[in-house]
């Protein structure tokens, strides 16, 4: 698989996962009134939208899985891109829901689409990944020992703006999912079965983790402010993880080399832009 079908089921990926985490979140938001603290139970079972969600959760990932086996897909463009689906919800919103976009949300859909343009025009350049074990190793324990010492402050302090904490929380986790996914399918081309199971086992721990303290911090906390700090932490962690565990490397031509530094920093703007001005809105990306 070349690069080019990689970016593209990356792009399919991402909105039919943004659109999954639209149904989760509002599905939560039903089940708000209701007892109880095992939310997948009661997504499953008493919701459609749950339901709904979590299928739609499994196809999305799962494309996005076929897109990450690419060899010569960087994990650290793959997972930026993924912020485009937040344009097509922002669409979904006007034409199916006849909402109204601010100028604000117009803005930063605009630059989150010249972002996206420019990351995939830079990602045709660039080496193959090569896996380097002990940095990976190192990279996703210093990432468990931090989630451990934020959790531990914000129970033991009671920090009065979690949100903070449970958005940095959800993107390291969601970050090192990214990266150990990236690393199964390096390490199975590379006939290292052992390392591509426990990166399996670390993706599972990665993935479902953060989802389950996005869906847990939904009911308590401001979602605005952690799917902000959510994106942030995660995009950054995945752009330097791919680079200091992965190898990937940034393109050698100036203007590629430009290309893919204003694309990463366009699509992070422009999605902090569509957050902040969708306060009354249910986007969210994981």
Do not use: D
Request: aromatic share 8%; proline share 2%.
């Amino acid at each position: 698989m070349n690069i080019e079908i990689a970016i593209c089921l990356t792009l399919v990926a991402s909105i039919i996962l943004n659109v999954a985490i639209v149904l989760l979140k509002i599905s939560v938001g039903e089940l708000a009134g209701r007892r109880g603290h095992h939310i997948f139970m009661m997504l499953l079972t008493q919701t459609k939208n749950g339901w709904i969600g979590l299928t739609l959760l499994l196809v999305g990932y799962a494309i996005f899985l076929l897109a990450a086996s690419a060899h010569a897909a960087p994990i650290s463009v793959l997972r930026p891109l993924f912020t485009f689906g937040l344009v097509v919800v922002a669409v979904l919103a006007v034409v199916v829901l006849k909402e109204r976009l601010s100028p604000l949300e117009w803005l930063g859909m605009g630059i989150l689409l010249v972002g996206t343009i420019l990351l995939s025009t830079s990602a045709s350049s660039g080496s193959a990944p090569i896996l380097h074990l002990y940095r990976l190793l190192l990279f996703l324990a210093g990432s468990a020992v931090v989630c451990m010492l934020i959790l531990g402050c914000s129970l033991v302090l009671k920090v009065q703006h979690a949100e903070f904490a449970f958005g940095t929380i959800v993107g390291l986790l969601f970050g090192s999912g990214y990266l150990a996914t990236k690393t199964v399918f390096l390490a199975w081309q590379e006939n290292r079965s052992m390392l591509a199971a426990l990166a399996f086992l670390a993706m599972g721990a990665g993935m479902l983790g953060g989802l389950a303290v996005l869906l847990w911090s939904f009911r308590r906390g401001r979602a605005l402010i952690i799917r902000g700090v959510n994106f942030v932490v995660n995009q950054v962690m995945v752009v330097l993880g791919g680079a200091y565990c992965l190898g990937e490397s940034f393109p050698e031509e100036p203007l590629l080399l430009l290309a893919r530094f204003a694309g990463f920093a366009a699509i992070v703007l422009g999605a902090l832009l569509l957050l902040a001005a969708g306060r009354k809105s249910p986007v969210g990306a994981a």
